[in-house]
């Protein structure tokens, strides 16, 4: 196959990124490998643009001001649309990472990796907690149409889930032909199996890591632990990410006197992750909605029993009993129910571990982008034949 130029825009990206922004750069980054050239378009901030570096990839950090939703996605996207307009012939096809991302004008073929939607990200803000879950429902069908309007102008979809599929065929009208089922992955060589835990056996650590927002369930996550940490005190949560919720958090950790044993600790950097998953007893993700979050992975892969909640982006990993536990959302009794049954057998414990690793291995890198390179080869195909059919009719 030959090498493409390959155009990638993406609301963030690394350092300055969560789940989305890792999620493109470990797109990116093997694509360079393979020795294809990434540009990546993202967010800068107010003061202007930049551009850098990172393992071969250049980027561009275009002019971003947090508006109000989605308005900032406007005035972002005009940056977008005039860099392209003066690059695009640089470039073979744009891969874009939705959501929060501008419609983008442009001849080239696109492919629309879709790592959640707006309509389930709505639906999963059932109760208004702070600004951002009541911007997500006073815009819920202005979202949704500007999403509309950025899948109307791509040729490909990506979806990290099969449940995902299924909402772009089912509420936006997808061909289904034109959509792939590629998962999230990671470099599993990288990743040891952790047959012990932490040599600080005073503790039980139950590990959270995700954006302080009301869908991921981290209200309902102190909640279990107040129903555990009296009882338990040796058991301690840490909590990893920022978000509007971070004063309602430590509010409530406040009343319920868990200053001990409840530990938010604001984002982290990437590089230090796999240290507190090594130092973890158990992984839980509480959320409420989920595409396919990488942390999942990188926890399974050391070999961590997971406890998630039951909803699509998370079963379809996560097997109940098998590899880790499942319990409904929205259900803090079940979280602290899950969390006791583990913590008292550790044979079960070892068990999960085991198999979740066995799990994590089906989600290898390679495999990934080799089957991205696939798309983009059929892609190119069907362009240059276009481009050939455009011409003789011309003649």
């Known amino acids: 196959m030959k090498k493409l130029r390959i155009c990638m825009i993406s609301s963030e990206f690394p350092p300055h990124a969560a789940g989305i922004g890792y999620a493109a750069y470990h797109v990116a980054k093997p694509l360079v490998d393979k020795g294809n050239k990434v540009t990546v378009f993202t967010r800068g901030n107010w003061r202007g643009g930049r551009t850098r570096m990172l393992d071969g990839i250049t980027i561009h950090e275009l002019p971003f001001i947090a508006f109000f939703p989605p308005f900032h996605i406007l005035y972002h996207g005009f940056f977008i649309n005039r860099l392209l307009k003066r690059s695009q012939k640089d470039f073979d096809l744009i891969h874009l990472h939705s959501p929060l991302i501008p419609v983008v004008n442009s001849d080239l073929p696109i492919i629309t990796t879709v790592h959640s939607t707006w309509h389930s990200e709505a639906i999963s803000f059932n109760k208004i907690t702070d600004w951002y879950s009541l911007a997500v429902k006073l815009f819920k069908k202005s979202f949704i149409k500007y999403e509309d309007k950025l899948f ?187 969390i006791i049954q583990l913590f008292k057998n550790p044979t079960l414990r070892i068990i999960l571990g085991k198999n979740a690793r066995k799990t994590a291995e089906q989600f290898d890198r390679k495999l990934m982008i080799n089957k991205i390179l696939k798309i983009y080869e059929n892609l190119d195909t069907k362009n240059s034949m276009n481009k050939r059919l455009y011409v003789r009719s011309q003649i």
């Open 152 to 338: 109307s102008k791509s040729n490909m979809f990506i979806t990290i889930t099969g449940a995902m599929a299924n909402e772009l065929i089912r509420y936006y009208k997808i061909n289904p032909l034109k959509i792939s089922v590629i998962k999230n992955s990671i470099d599993i060589k990288k990743y040891k199996l952790i047959k012990k835990e932490s040599s600080n056996n005073k503790q039980f650590k139950i590990l959270s890591i995700g954006r302080l927002v009301y869908r991921k369930g981290v209200l309902d996550l102190v909640d279990a632990a107040k129903i555990i940490c009296h009882r338990y005190p040796n058991v301690v949560f840490t909590i990893i990410g920022e978000g509007p919720l971070e004063k309602s958090l430590r509010e409530k950790i406040k009343e319920y006197r868990l200053q001990n044993n409840v530990l938010l600790v604001g984002a982290v950097p990437n590089n230090q992750i796999k240290k507190y998953i090594k130092a973890s007893s158990v992984f839980v993700i509480p959320s409420y909605y989920e595409g396919l979050p990488l942390v999942l992975l990188e926890a399974i892969a050391s070999g961590k029993p997971v406890i998630g909640t039951n909803i699509d982006g998370i079963k379809e990993i996560i097997k109940d009993g098998k590899n880790g536990l499942l319990v409904p959302s929205g259900n803090p009794r079940s979280i602290a129910k899950a």
